[in-house]
């Protein structure tokens, strides 16, 4: 514990320098590897429900599109909750990085529109801010 009543991240090495508890051992361990299958499939599945709506409302098609639609919604919102994290909060924030990068993925493949550099460069970002929400010091997932 720190002094402040918080959680002391670091250890001492050998040589008397202090680095994070969180070895490289652990960086790719299973539940990480879990939760990115998990985010991935939640993605497509939440992109699958809502352009069932944007093809409803947007595109002229019928509104039997909204059926499946929102089974895939309530499919993505299952697949969060098994994340392994005693937040939602914190899951939702990191989906949100994979939820955007999917987002591009599905404008590329399913609509036929290449993301462009800014695209890419605004996903990644929103990438690598979800990998230290999932795996910073102390973090299950």
Excluded: H
Aim: proline share 4%; aromatic share 12%.
């Amino acid at each position: 514990m720190c002094a402040a009543g918080g959680v002391d991240d670091t250890a001492t090495r050998s040589d008397g320098l202090n680095m994070l508890a969180t070895s490289t051992d652990q960086f790719m361990t299973m539940p990480t590897l879990q939760t990115a299958l998990i985010y991935a499939l939640a993605a497509l599945a939440e992109i699958a429900g809502c352009f069932s709506f944007w093809a409803w409302l947007r595109l002229s098609k019928s509104p039997w599109w909204v059926a499946p639609g929102m089974v895939s919604l309530a499919i993505f919102a299952w697949l969060l909750t098994l994340v392994d994290t005693p937040a939602a909060g914190r899951a939702f924030a990191a989906y949100g990085g994979v939820y955007i990068a999917a987002s591009l993925i599905w404008l590329w493949s399913v609509e036929g529109a290449r993301p462009d550099r800014w695209d890419i460069i605004g996903a990644s970002i929103c990438l690598v801010g979800a990998g230290v929400i999932l795996i910073g010091p102390g973090r299950s997932a």
